[in-house]
């Protein structure tokens, strides 16, 4: 659910456990969101999980201290409009050191690109641990009612992955959510990179304030 990074010492085996538990109840509602008929429901389930997690677990990329009165992560209502089911083209494979949030630059490597209708995405390997597939993006919301430097989509390194659909990649941008960073300086996470910016208006999933 965050491609972001933090140093756990060695010796720390609570946040270590910690850590994989979170990674696994992550990748356990992604999994209930790919076998649910509904996608209304399924985003419905997403948020309270979400938000019970936030609130509640220690590995919470919320600092502790406001954890229990933040009452996110807050969101668009669900619309339809905005879940995408992309034909994926292979493009030359292109090493890129993405911008991240601590001024440094993380390693990626572009590999295809993902279109349909609305928008136009490129998809990239995590090329640092593991090959993932990670696809950020920012769009005309970025900066005013959701997080400036993009949100992400796709991260299946961290569980975060909605599958496909006749064969399509499923791009249903209700689940696009804020980097852990957004929330604490204490995690590092890579940013937006100039080809996945929008020029339209996502506004599906995460936001940076309730609905008035």
């Excluded at 019970?52 to 009165?69: C, K, M, V």
């Excluded at 641990?129 to 959701?146: I, Q």
């Excluded at 997080?147 to 064969?167: C, F, N, P, W």
Aim: hydrophobic fraction near 40%; include cysteine; charge should be negative.
């Amino acid at each position: 659910m965050r491609c972001s990074v933090r140093v756990i010492a060695a010796t720390d085996h609570d946040s270590i456990e910690q850590l994989l538990d979170y990674r696994r109840q992550v990748a356990e509602l992604y999994a209930e969101i790919r076998a649910a008929e509904d996608p209304r429901a399924a985003h419905e389930r997403w948020c309270a999980r979400r938000r019970e997690l936030y609130a509640t677990h220690p590995q919470s990329p919320l600092p502790a201290a406001g954890r229990a009165d933040h009452g996110g992560p807050h969101v668009w209502e669900y619309d339809p409009g905005w879940r995408l089911l992309a034909g994926v083209e292979a493009a030359p494979e292109q090493v890129l050191e993405l911008p991240s949030s601590d001024g440094a630059t993380m390693r990626f490597v572009r590999f295809a690109r993902a279109s349909t209708r609305t928008v136009s995405l490129d998809l990239y390997w995590l090329d640092a641990y593991g090959g993932g597939l990670f696809v950020p993006f920012a769009d005309a919301t970025s900066g005013r009612e959701s997080y400036g430097a993009g949100r992400y989509v796709l991260d299946t390194i961290k569980g975060a992955d909605l599958g496909t659909d006749r064969g399509l990649l499923v791009l249903d941008l209700n689940f696009a959510y804020q980097p852990s960073c957004s929330y604490d300086a204490r995690w590092t996470c890579p940013l937006a990179p100039p080809g996945n910016r929008l020029e339209v208006e996502v506004r599906a999933g995460e936001r940076l304030s309730p609905i008035d």
